[in-house]
């Protein structure tokens, strides 16, 4: 009876051992590789999994998310021969667990030793200039020569990204010293074009001013012109106006008195205002005979009248 518990109790235990070890919970975005008797006998995924604990077991697991993985700092040299010092990134995610099990000891190590290969080729082939401008064509680059690499070791290369890249001390000194001189150089090439452009400006200016000035005293001296010779205009209009007027009033016997009278007074007194002005005086030999010189007045006053009327008629 008590063998026979105690055998009850070795089974009991035996099928729990087998239970236990024969369930394998694989989580999400996990894949497990499974052995049976030492061959690959399958790929567990995400879920309960039932084995047989004393002929299988999980020789590998994998993360199927994506990894990212630090590939050491190297030293390359470019094609000027310059030694700098590139690190980065290398981001890889598992989409063949078998091939990443047994197509490589450690696929892991094996792609960041080819990354660093392929980036010290590719760095070989380009001046320091070029490593420092085109990074995004080195990354290119070891993604594309990684990926053809990785199908054989069940990965996949999402991206490769240099995370620095450091010149040698006397090459960055120099690189400052090149950038000082090009900001000294665009400055300098800016305050002239600023000195030139300013200097264009000033001309401009002065000549638009003076275009001006002209403009304005042309304006002037053509109004000035216009209006005296309105003024003339004006006064002939009045002096024929009061010409016509004296000319009509002439046509009466008391109005001629008149005009004689006031042609006598008129000669006196411009003879008196020159014998005031001069001690020396021409005087005319007819001098004292006042109405000859009214006679002559009127006579010319006549003529002027008669051509004016014909001139009317005509």
Known sequence: MGAGIVILVVLAFIALFVVVKGIRVVPQQHAFVLERLGRFHGVLGPGLNIIFPLIDRVAYRFDLRETPIDVQKQVCITKDNTQIAIDGVLYLQITDPKAAAYGTTNPTMSMIQLAQTILRADVGKRALDEVLSQRAELNATVVQELDRAAVTWGLKVLRYEIRDITPPADVIRAMELQITAEREKRATIATSEGAKQQAINISEGERQQAINRADGAQQ??????????????????ATAESLRVVGDSLKDESARQAMAMRVAESFIAQWGAIAKESNVMIVPADMGDLSRV?????????????????????
């Open 294 to 314: 009214v006679g002559t007045a009127f006579r010319m006053a006549e003529g002027i009248k008669a051509s004016a009327d014909r001139r009317a008629t005509g």
């Open 220 to 237: 002037a001296q053509v109004l000035r012109a216009q209006g005296e010779a309105q003024a003339i205009l004006l006064v002939a209009k």
